[in-house]
T-cell receptor, first 108, second 113 residues
Framework: KNEVEQSPQNLTAQEGEFITINCSYS?????LHWLQQHPGGGIVSLFM???GKKKHGRLIATINIQEKHSSLHITASHPRDSAVYIC??????????FGTGTRLTIIP | NAGVTQTPKFQVLKTGQSMTLQCAQD?????MSWYRQDPGMGLRLIHY???????DQGEVPNGYNVSRSTTEDFPLRLLSAAPSQTSVYFC????????????FGPGTRLTVT
């Protein structure tokens, strides 16, 4: 069993839909990261959180430390949100273990 | 600021050759890391550094060496390239203060034949 599990692996939705991507992990962590990998391959850090909730524009990330679970939500999804979304757990000193990613496709 | 830069963007090596992947950042970040990304496996940590002169192994360090003589640079050396090292390599850096995530370079696509 992988230390970091993401679901779903692939997600296709219509423009405007509310999107949820889930991440579960099996060990104690100091923080959790959400990353976006563009179709061209570039990787951007979206959120780093150790408790509660963070919001940036249409993106919301939440974490439940007790349940070892985090979610990434996208409101009013748009085709430009199409990308691979990656969850990573931080063991301290930013030593990261990554999930295999969720490929999101938003259809106009 | 240029952010995190990596060179080269693409490289083809023959088995047994050695080379160095360059990574530099101009944000005065203390933390730097090297990852490889393979299809279906996600990113994996190769080596990381928490400051100049300090490096440590990640999940998949075999066949790679690093050094951190300056805050800005964190080169990754392949000692004797093998086909199993065919991958996309990303360098990343951060302040390490648990408030801001990592900044990633554009990646180097390496093929070993």
């Amino acid at each position: 069993k992988n230390e970091v599990e993401q679901s779903p692996q692939n997600l296709t939705a219509q423009e405007g839909e509310f999107i949820t991507i889930n991440c579960s992990y099996s060990v104690g962590i100091s923080a959790l990261h959400w990353l976006q990998q563009h179709p061209g391959g570039g990787i951007v850090s979206l959120f780093m959180l150790s408790s509660g909730k963070k919001k940036h524009g249409r993106l919301i990330a939440t974490i439940n430390i007790q349940e070892k679970h985090s979610s990434l939500h996208i409101t009013a999804s748009h085709p430009r949100d199409s990308a691979v979304y990656i969850c990573a757990v931080d063991h301290g000193n930013e030593k990261l273990t990554f999930g295999t990613g969720t490929r999101l496709t938003i259809i106009p | 600021n240029a952010g995190v830069t990596q060179t080269p963007k693409f490289q083809v090596l023959k088995t047994g050759q050695s080379m160095t992947l360059q990574c530099a950042q101009d944000m005065n970040h203390e933390y730097m890391s090297w990852y490889r990304q393979d299809p279906g496996m996600g990113l994996r940590l190769i080596h990381y550094s928490v400051g100049a002169g300090i490096t440590d192994q990640g999940e998949v360090p075999n066949g790679y060496n690093v050094s951190r003589s300056t805050t800005e640079d964190f080169p990754l050396r392949l000692l004797s390239a093998a086909p199993s090292q065919t991958s996309v390599y990303f360098c990343a850096s951060s302040y390490g203060d648990l408030s801001i995530g990592q900044y990633f370079g554009p990646g180097t696509r390496l093929t070993v034949t």
